[in-house]
């Protein structure tokens, strides 16, 4: 079993920034891969960003690129995403999971409860 809690959200203006973070407990940390995942109201849980259980392999939605950057700590087992430049569509409730890094969320054994991020305009 592994246990996540996200944490990080707020309100941020467009182009400003928001640092997220993912604390994982339970089963060895550094042999999963990490993903994050959003979900806007009204829309589809979407794929945002991955990490292998390396840190060398990294995957990102297009929509974020460039933007958003994923990094991991195995020493503090959190898994982090940086965004920088927010925009309005990017408001949605973000998750972080472990398991398979890919961008398909059914890949993936465990889920954090979520974290609220609002840009406006």
């Known amino acids: 079993q592994v246990y996540l809690v996200e944490s990080g959200g707020g309100l941020v203006q467009a182009g400003g920034s928001l640092r997220l973070s993912c604390a994982a407990s339970?089963?060895?940390?550094?042999?999963?891969?990490m993903g994050w995942f959003r979900q806007a109201p009204g829309k589809e849980r979407e794929f945002v960003a991955a990490?292998?259980?390396?840190?060398?392999?990294?995957y990102y939605a297009d929509s974020v690129k460039g933007r958003f950057t994923i990094s991991r700590d195995d020493a503090k087992t959190t898994v982090y995403l940086q965004m920088n430049s927010l925009k309005p569509e990017d408001t949605a409730v973000y998750y972080c999971?472990?398991?398979?890094?890919?961008?398909?969320?059914?890949?993936?054994?465990?889920w954090g409860q979520g974290t609220q991020v609002t840009v406006s305009s």
């Open positions: 999971a472990a398991g398979d890094p890919t961008r398909y969320a059914e890949k993936y054994d465990y």
């Open positions: 990490i292998g259980w390396s840190a060398a392999i990294t």
């Open positions: 339970g089963r060895t940390f550094s042999r999963n891969g």
